[in-house]
């Protein structure tokens, strides 16, 4: 039984690496041709249209960036939906809008087939090591027939709920993710305006009420000006941008993501969307003239 | 050699039966008498004022609440400084204003004495079990000689710099602490909102970039609604009104901290202030007609 990969990024070309290696048959496709090389050279065979991909396969795994990604691949010219047939079971590791996902599943179920959304945390580490958290809303006896698939590249497989739900736990881990950033941003310049070392202090404090990973993770390298990404300011932006629209359609009042927002939106002004999420404290060195390590 | 341990409140009693336990001669003073009574029955002995205990103690110790609060145990009649002499080590376990720390220091130094600014994190649990954190500013040789009695409640005990920088650390402790808490109530009444099972939405992104210690010790009291406090609200306001008046001296912007100051502000305005930090999120559920667990 062949399992199908669509979206060879960062996330997807590890991921895929991983299901080769557990030694399942697997089928790829990527819009940028020249991405699947690396793939097949590794053992999977390339496809060449997500429609074509989906005719040979049972499992339909889908990993791209943005709503409009997923809905291109499953709705466009050979899409998908073109192929979609009883028994086919699509699985959507991007991280996408909660609303679209439910549009998405129902015509894929119109044509026989069935979703899972399925969004993930742990970044390219995490998808090259095979230890990604997976968030995973639709049907239980869907989850278990894509379970082997899916423990090939995850290490924590939680079912959140109905279709959607994955999507919508997504945008509360990435609520969570910057909300301690921020706090980890405004308590690192704080230390660095009171002149502490701030090695010793983020020592002092990481291990009791105040730790999160992104303080044990990512000061470090705030501390170090070293901001390349675990994760860019675009894609952080993209899902703060899908969990404010969840939260006006939902009725959440969200002051403290809807501010990190703004200040990302000034850093993407300044040309620094690829950079790491953690530069969000330039944000705050600017408005105060300290600068950490300064 | 006597200790004194003055501020017998629910921090300064288990730290002090904690001295008594490691068999350390303790002298113990506290504004409202009875709270020695039980101190007293483990075989710590009372003395009749701050004066009279620094008289009889090389290292006295301080764990009260505010910055008045230690101005009057060691200025006030019968305080500490009429009583302070060469080789009388100061000990302040309170979280007070950096520069009245610094202020203070100077005058117990003037009287031949020293001092440490030394407060703690980990809540009464931390105090009774003898888990706490410390952080310490002032010099190392004075930290050395303190160092057996703070291992007698402490297991983690970081020297952060000169006099004052023991209580900016704790300030960029709270810093961190309140902003992981705005981040956890956002996601979880995103969560509510969105009809996800909170439990396992906790448990699916807890692991991750996502975690913090407030999330996965206070998320759990949040969802079942229980308010009882770790550490309440008008502590807690307390703190961050030294954080907003730090960051004003310094030049650092806060504006994250600032934003939730206002929000416990409305909830003690309440009577909210005895009920725990982590009650938060009633700010935001009044915004919106959602609640936790509802």
């Given at each position: 039984m062949s399992v199908g990969f669509i979206g060879l990024g960062i996330m997807g070309s590890g991921m895929t690496a991983n299901l080769v290696e557990k030694s399942h048959d697997v089928v790829v496709w990527n819009?940028?041709?020249?991405?699947m090389d690396p793939l097949v050279a590794l053992g999977a065979e390339p496809a060449s249209s997500p429609a074509e991909l989906t005719a040979r396969c049972d499992f339909v795994i889908i990993c791209v960036s943005d709503t409009p990604d997923v809905e291109a691949v499953v709705?466009?010219?050979?899409?998908i939906l073109s192929a979609v047939e009883s028994g086919t079971l699509v699985i959507d590791h991007s991280t996408i809008s909660p609303s679209a996902t439910v549009r998405l599943a129902g015509r894929v179920a119109e044509a026989g087939g069935a979703w899972l959304d399925a969004p993930v945390s742990g970044g390219s580490e995490g998808a090259a090591a095979g230890t990604l958290s997976i968030m995973v809303g639709g049907d239980a006896a869907d989850l278990e027939r894509a379970t082997p698939y899916l423990e090939s590249y995850g290490t924590s497989i939680t079912h959140?709920?109905?279709?959607?739900a994955g999507q919508q736990a997504k945008i509360v881990n990435q609520i969570l993710v910057v909300g301690n950033q921020l706090a980890a941003s405004e308590a690192l310049l704080y230390a660095q305006g009171a002149g502490l070392d701030l090695h010793a202090t983020l020592s002092a404090v990481e291990?009791?009420?105040?730790?999160?990973w992104m303080l044990s993770n990512r000061g470090p390298q705030m501390i170090e000006r070293d901001?390349?990404?675990?994760?860019t300011i675009d894609l952080q932006q993209k899902d703060l941008r899908l969990a404010l629209d969840g939260g006006a359609e939902l009725g959440v009042p969200l002051p403290g993501t809807a501010f990190i927002f703004q200040l990302y939106r000034g850093l993407q002004a300044q040309g620094?969307?690829?950079?790491?999420?953690?530069?969000?404290?330039k944000a705050l060195e600017e408005l105060s003239g300290i600068r950490l390590g300064g």
């Open positions: 819009r940028t041709s020249s991405r709705e466009g010219p050979d899409g959140v709920g109905p279709i959607g291990g009791g009420a105040a730790g999160s901001w390349r990404p675990g994760f620094l969307g690829s950079e790491g999420n953690h530069a969000l404290v």
